[in-house]
């Protein structure tokens, strides 16, 4: 009898797993397709900065061609203190090119083989934050204006790997902050974000500061910080220029504490949403 219900309680985990996992993969496969059925690039070439403009076009970007977003695979690290250890992630997101918006979903190993999911996106102008752990057991949500404007400050600052973005997305405003330095700034009913992208000798963007992005604290109140993070490796990778290994974290009094760092493995265009690459979310997307 002991062996049975525990056989039972086992079967019954294993379907709680399998039914959280396959749930949370419709809710993001649902997301991306709202970003995929989005409008398509402009051609604002005239009206950014020449120094991020030959970036862009360097790299590979397509002004008003049918592009809608990008498809991106990761291997990385995270932590979620500034003394805690790093952790293996693998990470699978689509990125909107003509207007702010993303879907980032992790998958963090753990002692349990489900570990950890995380879900990060900004869809119709809406954030949302999820941890879940095997992939039903809710660990934490987040959603609000606050949340909102933290997103798209996170939009802002990944712009080196959606170079098509640059001169396609009608909402940035540019403007030259220095030298090297470019600002690029997006106003939203929630607040204004800015990212600064420092460029290197080669005319890569190399660094990128964001200032006051709001983040989450340990009592669950959000405060004003700077995000600062780094772009290395450019190389060529599905008919873009990118980079190809970066790291990002917050500015402290004593330097710059890194809490993600990561490696592209992946890219893809996406014109059509009806397309081919939706079909291979059931397998290496949407990490299912």
Not at 45 to 69: H, M, Y
Not at 164 to 172: E, F, L, S, T, V
Not at 183 to 208: H, K, M, Q, Y
Request: glycine share 12%; with cysteine; net charge positive.
């Amino acid at each position: 009898m002991t062996l049975s219900l525990g056989f039972l309680a086992g079967l019954w985990v294993l379907f709680m797993v399998l039914a959280g996992s396959r749930r949370m993969r419709a809710e993001v496969l649902h997301l991306a397709e709202r970003l995929e059925s989005g409008p398509t690039v402009g051609n604002l070439e005239n009206a950014v900065p020449t120094i991020v403009a030959d970036f862009a076009l360097r790299n590979g970007a397509q002004p008003g061609s049918g592009l809608r977003a990008a498809q991106m695979h990761f291997e990385g690290e995270i932590r979620s203190r500034p003394d805690g250890r790093f952790r293996g992630v693998l990470a699978w997101q689509v990125s909107a090119l003509a207007r702010p918006g993303f879907v980032w979903e992790a998958r963090i190993p753990g002692l349990f083989p489900p570990g950890l999911r995380v879900l990060d996106a900004l869809v119709s102008g809406e954030g949302r934050a999820e941890v879940r752990a095997a992939g039903f057991i809710v660990l934490a949500r987040e959603k609000g204006p606050v949340l909102n404007l933290s997103q798209v400050c996170r939009h802002l600052a990944e712009l080196p790997w959606m170079p098509d973005a640059i001169p396609g997305n009608p909402m940035i405003a540019w403007r030259i902050g220095g030298p090297d330095q470019v600002e690029a700034r997006l106003t939203t009913p929630d607040g204004t974000a800015r990212a600064i992208f420092g460029f290197d000798g080669n005319g890569d963007i190399a660094s990128v500061l964001v200032p006051d992005r709001p983040a989450r604290q340990p009592d669950g109140t959000y405060a004003l910080r700077d995000m600062v993070g780094r772009f290395s490796d450019y190389g060529w990778m599905g008919g873009r220029r990118l980079p190809r290994r970066a790291e990002v974290g917050w500015r402290e009094a004593d330097g710059v504490t890194v809490w993600y760092r990561c490696r592209l493995t992946g890219h893809q265009l996406i014109a059509d949403a009806r397309a081919e690459p939706m079909a291979a979310l059931s397998s290496a997307g949407a990490l299912g």
